[in-house]
Structure formats: C-alpha cells, structure tokens
C-alpha cells in the first residue's frame, strides 16, 4: 500500500535542470499526466543513489496496495521503519532511470540490471530543496496512514496563494521519514506481497470550531433551517420556503487529503467510529467531494487527475424518527436501495434511478469579505445559493454501517470548471455552507427536508498540514515508469489469471490472500475468475470471490452476465438456497428485465435445466410469474421435463397473481407439465381446485377432486377446506352440507381448519346457533376450539349487532387460556364501529396498547374505514400519516379505501390522486378499486361509460366478481333500463359468476320497483334453489310484494318463516306487512305485531307509529290513535304532517269539528317548522355542491383531457393533468372520472405486457 517510500517522480521534490530539458520535448504527449513543477528546487541535493520507484504514486486510486505484491518474494518484511532515521523526500526528482530496473526484469531476470549499490541508512537521509510548493506535503493531514498521495502544484500562482505559510514554516513541516533495509537483504529489488497499515481515524484531519466564533481552517455545524428549499406548495406557486430546522444526519467530522488521482470509495481507508445499527438506515453518511487543481480543458476530456477530497462525515440522528416526515424518511429509503422510478416524458415514459433526485445545496456564506470585481459580483449573486443536482457526476458506495456519496467535480462541463477554478485562490477566505437533500417532485413528496449539511471555513492552511505516516510494516515493490507498467499488466494478463487462480486454489484463506492484488482486479478479470473451469468445483471460493467482486466494483451487482457466469457452477454442486439468494437479490433491483432476455436469447443457458428451473422459481416469488411461465415455455419447446416442485411453483404463482388470464395461464402450466411427464400429486391439484373456487367455477373445482385418481392421488382435508370455504363465503351453505358428507364418505376426518370454516360460514349469514353447534361438534371430535374460532364466532355476534355477546365471549376465551390476539380486538372494533359506538370503539384501541398489542395494517384500515364513512376525510388521511409513521406501510386495502372515501364525499380529485399515488406505490388497480370506479359511474349515472369499463376490465384481466356486475345491475334498475339489466344478468349467468344473495337482493328489488313482480317471485324460489340463504333484505322484499298484491296471509308466513330461521327481521319489514295487515283491515294482527315488537324492544320509528294511527282512524279507534299520538311525544318521535293529517281526516268524518280546527292549527306550525328547517339546510349546502362554478381554464384543461383519454392518449393526458396541477386549476367532475377510468384501464393485457 502507499508510503512515503515513492520514487522522485511520484511524490515531491525539486526536479532537476537536466530533468526538466529532457521532458520538455516529450511535455505534450504526456500533458494529461504532468507532474507538480516545483519553484526554485537544487538538484545538488538529490541523491541518485537512493531513489525508490513506487507506481503508487503515478497511477490512480485503484493502485492503493502494492501491484507486485504477487510476484516472487523471500519474505513478507522486507523493510522496517526507523523512528529515529529521518528521509526527506523533497528533492529527489533527478534519479538516473538506469538506477532502475523494470519489473520484468527484476522477476524475471532476463536482460536486467541490478541496482549495484546496496543502501545503507546513512545513504537515504538527504537535504531540502530551497522552496516546497502547494502540494509537496505529500498528500494528506496529520496522524493518517492513507498512502503518500503525491501531487502536482498547478502552474498558476493561484494554487500557490492558498498556502499561507512563508517557506521557512513549510520547511518545518515537510515530511521526514527514513527506513533502512532488513538484516540479511539480498539486493535492492524490492518485493513484498503484504502491508499492514494504520489506517486514519474519520474526522481527525480538520477541527471542529462553534459558528460563533468565526474561526478559519475549521468545520463548524449549520442549522438547517437556513437553507431554501420547495416548499410545500411549491407545485402550486413555485416558491421556496426555508427548510425545516432538522436534518436526517448531522457532522461528526471533516478530512481533507491530497492525491494525484481521484479517489473512489475512500471510507474504505479511514477509521470509521463504531456507532449502534439503527436497522434501517447507515448510521454513518459519507460524503466525498472530489475537488480538481488542474486546469479545465476546453478541447480535452480529462476527468481526472491530481486534486483534493473533502470528505464530509455524518452521524444519523437519534431523533430522526420523531423530527422527520414519513415521506422525506422513505424517499432516502429508496435512495439508499437505489430504486428506480418511472419518470413521465414525450412521447414515453422513462424509468430512471431514484439516486438522480439527489441535490447539492452550496453557498459562500461571506460574500461581502470576498474582493471580487463588478462581474465576478454579478455572477456570485446569481448562482450563490443556487441548487444544482448532482447527477449524473456522482457514485455510491455502501459497507458496514455506513453509505457513502462521491460528487465528482472532475466531471463537471468546462463552464462549471472554468469559473471553479477562477475562484479557487478565494476559497482560504471563504465560509461554505454545504448542503444535500432529496428533491421532492410531487405535491405529497414536500416541503423538501435536508439530508445534511455542515460549514467549512476557510482553507488558508489545510493543504500543508504535515504527513507523519504511521506504518507498522512498509513494504514496496520494484520501481518502474507508470506506462511501463501499464504495458507489463497488459502483456501479463493470462498469465494472472493463471497466478490468481493458482493462490484461490492453493491458499487456505484465498480472499485474505487476493488483497494485494485488488489494485489489479478488473470487472473483466473477475468474471473470468468466476468463469474458469479450474475454479467451477470450489463453490465455496466462487461465493467469496463474488462476495470480493461485489465489494470492489458494486456495478457488477447489476450485471446479468456476471451473476449467470456464477449459478452455472453452483447449481452443478447443488448450491440452490445460494443460487436463489442471489438470484432474488438481482431480480429486485432488475427493472429492466436483463437476465430473462439473457436466458431466453442465449442458447447455451437456456439449455441447462437446472438454471432454468431455479429462474422461474425466482421470477414466481420475485412477483414476476408471468416471466416464469415465458422461461416454461422454453423449457416445453426444448422438451425439457421440470420437476413437480418448479410446477407447483409456477402454477401457485400464477393462480394467486390477481388477474384472471393468470389463472389460464396456470392451468395451462397444469395441462403442458403434464404432457412432459410431470406426475401431479395432491398439492398440485389442490393448487387447481382454488385457482378454479377463485374463477367461481365449483363444478370444475369439484371435478379435479375426481381426477385424482387417474394419477394415484387423492384428496385430503385441503382439498376438501378450499371448496367448503368459498361455499361458506358465498353463502351456499347447503352445498357446503352436501360436500361435507362426501368428504366423509371418502374417509376424511374433518379439522380444526374444517370446522372453523363451517363456523365461518354459518356466522356469515347469521345462523349464529348453528355455529355454536359446530363448536360443541369440535369439543366432541377433541378438536379444542382456538383463537381463529373464537374470532369467528365473534365477527358473526358484531355483524348481528350483539356487541356486548360478543364482548362476553372474549371474556369466555381468557377463561379458557386461549389468549385474545389482534384479531379478536379488530373484529370487536369494527362491530362498535359499526354499531355506532365509536367512543367503545377506540377505547379498545387504547386497551390494546396497554396489553402490548401492537396496531396492525388491519387496525389501522378499520380506523380508516370509520373516518371515510363519516366523511371525516382530514382525519381519515392523517391516520395514514400516524401509520407509516409508526412503520406500517399502507396496503392496497387502506388505498382503496380511501379511494372509495373520497368518491362517496364528491371528492373525486382526491380519488384521482389516491389511484395514482396506489399505482406509483406498486399497487396494482384490482377489483375492489374497479368495483369503486363503477359505482361511481353508475351514481353519476354514467352507464353507458360503466359497461365499457365493465368490458374492458374483462379484456384486460381483472377478475369481475358479483359485485362489479352487481353494481351496474343496481344502476340499470335505478335509471328504469329493466331490459339492459336483464341482459347483463344473462351475460353474468353464462360467465359462470355466481350472485350473490346481495346480487339476488339488487335483482329482486329492482323487479319490484319495475312492477315485474312475478318475475321477482321466481328469482326468490331459484335463489332458494341454489343454495344461498336469503336475508332480512330478501324477506322484506318478497314480504312487500305480497302485501302490494294483497297477499298478506303469504307476507305473514314468510314473516315467520324469518323469525324461525333466526333472522331479525328490521323496522322496514315491520312497517311493510303492519300496512299491509291495516290496509286489508286485519287491524288486531296489526296490533299483535305491534305490541310483540314493543314487548321485544325491537326499533320502530315515526313511520310504524303512522301506519297503525292511521289504521286505528279508519276503524274509528281515536282514542286509542290519540294514546299512541301521545307515546311518539314520549320517544322523542314528534308528530309529523301525516300523523295529524289521518287524525284530522278521522276527526272531521265523525263530526268533531272542534278538535279538527284544533288539529289544523298544530298542522299549520309543524308545517312552518318543517319548511324553516328545509330552508337552513338549504343555506348549509355549498354553492360548490348545487353547481359547479364557471372556470375557463378548468374547461380547457378538462375539454383536453378527455379528448385525450378518449384517443387512448392517456400519457398525454397525465401531462396535461400535472400542468394544471401545478397552476391549481380544479377540474370538472366528469374529467376525474375519465381520469380514473383510464388508470384502470392502463393494465395492459397479458400479451402485450409479457412481450
């Protein structure tokens, strides 16, 4: 590794008058790699005879450890350094090049010639030259052990004004440092194939100084606040706003070194504090500014060469959880995973790293103590404080603990450099306040925050800083030019690849022993390392030289080549678990799909089944299946037979992927595999059975139970679970039954898992006895009853209304040591939610914290859920910001749920904005979103662009369920298209989508309010038919339609027959059969009724009090109708218009002429309270709510829009959108709509998006 001993060219020192005319002819070619000038050096100081070549020193940082070090050496120790000896390196430029032989002869011995004279200590030490420039300090500051980093002094005397220093003090502190040879050293060929070194401590080169005190030479710390950045309206009015007053991560220290190369990744060689792992950020930011001192050239594209790294170090603060916003704290998540980010463009879309968001804050924080003349001024205004991306002139670097950023100013344009470089001679007199941040680019993404930031203060005297190197054992290598070398590496390529090879094959700890060469290691050289047959039968050495390549060169982690350079080899000695590790830790960072074009477009790989196999595995649990089964088909064309395992992998994949052409796709993978000559097993099947329960298609379900035995399986009680839960789930408890006992006959002892879905089953439609008989089965079968019953049987008490039951029964569950868990508190959450005892509700969720329960995703989307349906939006969105705060990433659930929020709150912007931040998210649109987007469409009555989205939903692979038919069903009916809903009822029928009862409910009723209520009366008896269980809405219904037709006998019994199957009926069944009992003068049943409800402190509301006064009036039962007139009083049920109105019609019939005037006069003031209430209603509605307000622009904009979406123009429509956006212009209502139809209809279909 470097040490001050280097040869004369490479460190400093005075060059020679014969040295300087002999180069001068030769100056121009090697303008690019021009070494310091020295002023004033003797060339009578020089000793010839002690010069040392170090290569070091000439090339760049990559040649930090000694590049010899594997060629033939005696011992490890050649040199020792002696404390006391003192060499000065100065002045030893002029060194005879026959002094030195080159390394192919120093090896070899061919043609060489020796050094002659063997040195002794007294022959090193050797004088100063008169006068040290700028960089002759030999590289770095006090107490390091980073290697010499010789550099040049700049031509211009601008470099020189920044040491301060006058020559005497800088003769003081030039480097002294003597060696003197081993006992018994044989010549001076200097070989050795280790070093061990000291390395720097971060942050020990440059003093801290408090802001206050103005000090220079120093780094103090900077408040965030004082920098500017987006605020948070800034997409509406472009303006910025200072920044909040903390950062993510705050200075430790600062270092500056010097080196005549670039220096990559140089938190590797310093001494980095050891600081506790947070667990999800580095605890340590490293920021490496690469500063050039060599002039910019207009016509020359050199981007490196001698200049200085001021390397910033910063600790992550202990409070950055609290102080920061879940947005700023998962954009650096995404920095530091150095995701990627699909940026909109004419006329594509791009996909570009998340890291180019990554910008530099700079100013000079003393502009008025600069002298600077009119137009420097101008500019210095202009551009100070001006922020400026770092991309594309920066690299990342990640190890232990820490990340580091290297901005490369050698890399910047000409301008940049040019008025950089005409400033440099001030920066001594500057005070920099250095800032980076993540810019925000979207409205939720701001205001901007501040990563880190510090302030430098001066650089008057930090370049000449002595280097008083430290190194326990030094060793070097034969000398040579920097160019000869170079062609000695080219010309031996081979034979180090041999010699690599040779010492990962031989040595016990072959990384350990690859460390002097890492200077040589080349991305190339290191796959063909991985690459070599010799090497292919020690997979544990090939882990290790990846692991080596990885950390040398991060780029090769994203080449597809390297990797596939790799598994081959591995997977031969059945290092799967290895292969797929690496193969997933690739795939997640492989947006652009490499290594699949790589396996299908290569024929030697797409040959070798092994590698095939693990891919489509990877690509399945990648979430990526439809690329797995592209990699199956290769394997079907070449007639290669996959395992089970990857067939069961595949298919399970694609079943579970949401979209209906991927359940296709998996029987297809079924029927194909098949053909090749995999055998099925049970599992396969039972991966079929519910791809085919989720297609709704059961017959066929129940029919792969059956096929089972064609191939020497049969089913077991997962076979049997999967078809019995979804018959529960849709109600078909009678199917459910029948299965039941097929799955007795074969055998098959029902489980826990059985048991519990039958619980679930029953408790969905409400037949709570049932599911407690299940429960007293189970205890008889000794199957004991567990948390997930307990929370079954709990929901389906919450969803009957019967709260405090179900509050008891968790009571029940700790009495018999099954322990609540989570679950057990959401569900009962939800029920006091839904009962509208909300203040239960979240005392509940204080309780659960107190037990050490930890809120979920669930909790947390029920707490949504309840705000949405309150319309408590505000709330709604800043429970979502509580919950990633607290670590809980929102899910496709807490999306559309908020989605759905704001459309039933006419909020269809927001709904918009959440649909498009739910697809940025990764979260593709499913059918709970479309059904949402429906509805809509069908409350705007916007039918005709619902059945298109319907199809083209269809088309594109969403899987329709009852609902999304049920819901332009309901709006057909609405709108009095009995024949379009009829129509879509047969299209669901023939797609084999089985109703549900609400589907049937939707149907029933929309009949009846079309008077087809003999029809209505059949799909009653065929919903019987089928199986399903009909409700309280389904009775009421049917109950109603009987009593229109004065079929009340009919109406009562289905009322009983409603009260036997243990439904409750409600207050609208109630008042349906109590008019149709008065109506049909069956006044005494009425009262029956009546009174039973009352006993039973059933609800009633104003209207059963009307029906039965009004009953009473007709039968001239006044006093009685009075009495009750009075009770309404007592329940706070006031006496409405139709109250008085059948009292008044009754009074006057009997010629009570008295009481009727009476009775108008009250008519007349509830008429006046009613039409006052009317009218402050009337005043609360916005005027937003009756009409929307005439805006030009939001009719241009939307005008466009639509047109655009219409042309299938979406991206441009998008544009338009932000445009408006950033203007705040609101949009018309029907332009949001079509904006969320066409994010559902951007999936594209399977085909297109597999190519």
């Known amino acids: 590794m470097g040490t001050c001993v280097s040869r004369p060219e490479g460190c400093v020192g005075s060059r020679s008058r014969s040295s300087k005319k002999k180069n001068r002819k030769r100056r121009k070619p090697f303008k690019k790699r021009t070494l310091s000038r020295l002023s004033g050096a003797s060339s009578d100081n020089v000793d010839r005879h002690s010069s040392f070549t170090n290569p070091t020193f000439q090339g760049s940082q990559e040649l930090w450890f000694d590049p010899a070090a594997g060629f033939d050496t005696d011992c490890d120790e050649e040199f020792e350094s002696v404390q006391e000896d003192m060499l000065s390196l100065n002045g030893l430029e002029g060194v005879s090049r026959s002094s030195v032989s080159s390394l192919k002869d120093a090896n070899c011995g061919e043609n060489s010639s020796i050094v002659d004279q063997t040195q002794k200590p007294g022959d090193i030490s050797t004088g100063y030259g008169k006068e040290v420039g700028l960089l002759d300090n030999c590289g770095i500051l006090p107490g390091n052990c980073l290697p010499c980093l010789a550099s040049t002094v700049p031509s211009d005397e601008k470099r020189r004004s920044l040491s301060s220093s006058p020559p005497s003090a800088r003769k003081k502190t030039a480097l002294k440092l003597s060696f003197k040879w081993r006992e018994g050293h044989p010549n001076s060929a200097l ?3 280790k070093m061990i070194l000291q390395r720097p401590k971060a942050g020990s080169q440059v003093p801290f100084c408090p802001t206050e005190k103005k000090m220079f030479d120093c780094w103090s710390h900077i408040e965030p606040g004082t920098f500017k950045v987006r605020s948070g309206n800034y997409c509406r009015d472009k303006k910025k706003d200072c920044a909040p007053n903390h950062a993510a991560y705050y200075p430790f220290g600062v270092d500056v070194f010097l080196s005549p190369r670039k220096i990559d990744h140089i938190a590797r060689f310093v001494e980095l504090p050891g600081v ?28 490196d060469g001698e200049g200085m790294s001021f390397v910033l170090y910063f600790k992550l603060s202990d409070r950055y959880l609290k102080e920061l916003p879940p947005h700023f704290l998962e954009n650096i998540r995404r920095f530091i995973d150095d995701e990627v980010e699909k940026v909109k463009g004419f006329p594509v879309d791009t996909i570009v790293p998340f890291r180019e968001r990554l910008k530099i804050l700079g100013r000079v924080a003393n502009v008025e103590d600069l002298h600077m003349s009119a137009a420097e001024r101008k500019l210095m205004q202009a551009y100070n404080e001006k922020p400026v991306l770092s991309r594309p002139q920066h690299e990342f670097y990640s190890g232990e603990n820490y990340f580091e950023i290297d901005i490369d100013m050698h890399r910047f344009s000409y301008i940049s450099r040019k008025g950089f470089d005409a400033f440099l001679d001030r920066l001594k007199l500057s005070i920099l306040d250095v800032g980076l941040t993540i810019q925000g680019n979207k409205p939720e993404e701001l205001p901007e925050q501040i990563l880190c930031c510090v302030r430098i203060s001066g650089f008057s005297t930090l370049p000449v800083f002595p280097c008083t190197t430290k190194l326990h054992k030094v060793s070097a290598i034969a000398k040579h030019p920097k160019k000869l070398i170079q062609k000695q590496m080219n010309q031996t390529e081979s034979e180090l690849l041999k010699s690599l090879t040779k010492i990962i094959q031989t040595s016990k700890n072959p990384m350990d022993s690859l460390a002097p060469y890492t200077p040589l290691l080349t991305p190339n050289i290191l796959q063909s390392l991985i690459s070599s047959p010799s090497l292919s039968s020690s997979p544990s050495s090939l882990l290790s030289l990846h692991k080596l390549s990885l950390s040398l060169f991060p780029c090769l982690s994203s080449s597809a080549s390297f990797l596939l350079s790799l598994l081959p080899p591995l997977l031969s000695h059945h290092k799967f678990s290895e292969s797929k590790s690496l193969l997933l830790s690739f795939l997640s960072s492989d947006s652009q799909n490499s290594l699949f074009n790589s396996l299908i477009h290569h024929p030697s790989l797409s040959k070798s089944k092994p590698l095939l196999e693990i891919s489509v595995s990877s690509y399945v649990q990648s979430g990526k299946p439809h690329l797995g089964f592209e990699l199956f088909s290769v394997m079907k064309r070449l007639k290669k037979k996959p395992n089970l395992l990857t067939c069961n992998t595949l298919i399970n994949g694609l079943i579970k992927f949401p979209s209906l052409h991927s359940i296709r796709l998996g029987k297809q993978v079924f029927y194909d595999s098949i053909k090749l000559g995999v055998i099925p097993q049970t599992s396969t099947f039972n991966i079929m059975i519910l791809g085919c329960c989720l297609e709704g298609k059961f017959n066929e379900a129940i029919s792969f139970i059956g096929k089972m035995k064609e191939f020497g399986c049969f089913p077991d009680n997962v076979s049997y679970n999967t078809i019995l839960g979804f018959f529960c789930k849709k109600g078909r408890l009678k199917e459910a039954g029948d299965l039941l006992q097929d799955m007795k006959k074969k055998g098959l002892i029902p489980n826990r898992n059985t048991f519990n879905t039958l619980v679930s089953g029953y408790c969905k439609v409400g037949w709570l006895k049932e599911a407690r008989k299940v429960i007293d089965l189970m205890v008889q079968n000794d199957v004991l009853p567990d948390v997930w019953t307990y929370n079954m049987l709990i929901n389906g008490l919450c969803g009957e209304g019967k709260i405090e039951e179900a509050v008891k029964l968790r009571d029940e569950m700790e009495n018999s040591n099954v322990l609540p868990d989570v679950v057990t508190y959401n569900t009962l959450i939800n029920g006091y939610f839904k009962c509208g005892s909300s203040e239960e509700g979240f005392r509940l969720v204080e309780e659960m914290r107190e037990k050490g329960l930890k809120l979920n995703a669930v909790t947390n989307n029920i707490l949504v859920k309840w705000y949405c349906k309150e319309a408590r939006m505000d709330e709604a969105s800043e429970r979502v910001r509580v919950m990633e705060e607290s670590g809980i990433p929102p899910d496709k659930v807490t999306y559309n749920t908020l989605i759905n929020g704001y459309c039933k709150a006419g909020k269809l912007g927001e709904a918009f904005e959440m649909m498009d931040l739910m697809e940025r998210k990764g979260f593709k649109m499913d059918t709970i979103t479309l059904n949402t987007i429906l509805h809509t469409l069908c409350k705007e009555r916007k039918l005709k662009e619902a059945s298109e989205l319907l199809t083209s939903a269809s088309n594109r692979g969403y899987l329709l369920d009852e609902v999304s038919y049920g819901t332009l069903l309901a709006g057909y009916f609405k709108d009095g298209m009995a024949d379009k809903a009829l129509e879509l009822w047969s299209e669901m029928k023939k797609k084999d989508i089985t109703p549900s009862i609400i589907t049937y409910n939707t149907l029933i009723g929309g009949l009846c309010q079309m008077g087809k209520t003999e029809q209505a009366i059949c799909e009653f008896n065929e919903l019987r038919r089928s199986g399903l269980v009909p409700d309280s809405t389904t009775y009421s219904t049917i109950i109603h339609v009987y009593c229109k037709e004065e079929k009340v006998e009919k109406a009562f019994e289905l009322y009983n027959k409603m009260v036997e199957m243990s439904l409750k009926p409600d207050v609208f069944a109630c008042n349906i059969l109590l008019s149709g009992l008065c109506s049909e003068g069956m006044l005494e049943k009425a009262l029956k009724l009546f009174n039973t409800w ?46 008085y109105s059948a009292i008044l019609d009754a009074l006057t019939s009997v010629g009570r002429m008295n009481e009727a005037e009476e009775f108008v006069s009250k008519m007349v003031e509830v008429e006046k309270l009613q039409e006052q209430s009317l009218q402050l209603k009337e005043q609360n509605v916005k005027p937003s709510e009756i009409i929307e307000v005439y805006d ?35 949009l018309n209502k029907s332009t949001y709509i079509v904006l969320m139809e066409g994010l559902i209809k951007r999936r594209k279909r399977l085909s297109k998006a597999v190519q």
């Open 191 to 193: 070989l050795s194939s």
């Open 1192 to 1226: 030009p622009d939001s009719n241009v904009y939307s005008e466009q829009i639509i047109e655009l979406c219409n042309q299938g123009r979406y991206k441009d429509a998008m544009c338009i959108f932000e445009a408006s956006n950033q203007k705040g212009v609101t």
């Open 276 to 303: 506790s792992h947070s667990g999800k950020l580095p605890s340590i930011l490293v920021v490496n500014v690469q500063v050039p001192l060599y002039p910019p050239a207009l016509f020359h594209s050199e981007i």
């Open 1094 to 1139: 009352i006993s039973e402190g059933k609800v009633i509301d104003r209207v059963t009090y009307n029906t039965m006064i009004s009953g009473l009036c007709k039968e001239g039962e006044l006093q009685d109708a009075f009495h009750l007139v009075s009770e309404m009083k007592e329940k706070n049920l006031d006496p409405d218009h139709y109250t």
